[in-house]
């Protein structure tokens, strides 16, 4: 009879333990929205491009819609005429990747090198949700001595990697879980000396 509560003891601590994962809370899904960490950056600046309202893990495009950057007065044109006005040079869009963390949100490093207006907007592959767009300003005037000269015009610059850190909720029931397992450890090496005594006497 002993030996059959111990080994239910740690039976229920193993169960509690293999299941905490499964207990950690779902928190509803945070408001869909998107910003810049700056609205006005130099040519090949990094800026950060920051959402939330995904899923957990959820992978998400980024889309970059150039605006119309407005060419130099005086530029020319193919047979070497002159043009006075001002010309509007449309580029397409260009996509980034990245992935939500645990709470939907993401944070991407993002620098654009030609100057312009630029338009961002994030997509959840799974979901469907979009956020954004955001408008960020590329300008010329902000130009750093540094700069991505005749690199990339959109450059992703970070890993875009999901943050792993541990759910507090998660800790606690891993917490619980081994305390438990260590309470049917030691109710089993109880229940044996128990047994050995009775045996010997």
């Known amino acids: 009879m002993k030996k059959t509560l111990a080994a239910l003891a740690l039976a229920g601590s193993i169960a ?6 499964s207990m950690a809370a779902t928190y509803p899904a945070l408001p869909p929205q998107a ?4 609205g006005v950056v130099g040519p090949g600046e990094d800026f950060i491009f920051s959402g939330q ?34 010309i509007a040079i449309v580029q397409a869009p260009q996509t980034l990747s990245t992935v939500a963390d645990a709470q939907g ?22 979901s469907g949700v979009v956020v954004g767009p955001v408008t960020v ?34 800790v ?10 260590a309470a049917g450890a030691t109710s089993v090496v109880v229940v044996r000396r128990r047994a050995k005594a009775e045996a010997a006497a």
Request: glycine share 18%; charged share 5%.
């Open 53 to 86: 309202g995904f899923l957990a893990g959820e992978t998400l495009t980024i889309t970059v819609t150039p605006g119309q950057a407005p060419a130099s007065d005086g530029a020319s044109i193919a047979g070497g005429a002159a043009v006075a006005a001002k």
């Open 35 to 38: 910003a810049v960490s700056d």
């Open 137 to 170: 300003t590329v300008a010329a005037s902000l130009a750093n001595t540094g700069g991505n000269a005749g690199g990339a015009p959109l450059a992703n610059t970070g890993s875009g990697l999901a943050n792993t850190g541990a759910d507090s909720g998660l």
């Open 105 to 126: 949100r993401f944070s991407l490093p993002i620098s654009i090198s030609e100057a312009g207006t630029y338009s961002l907007t994030a997509t959840g592959n799974t």
């Open 172 to 181: 606690l029931w891993t917490l619980v879980g081994a305390g438990a397992l």
């Open 16 to 21: 509690l333990v293999g299941a905490a994962p």
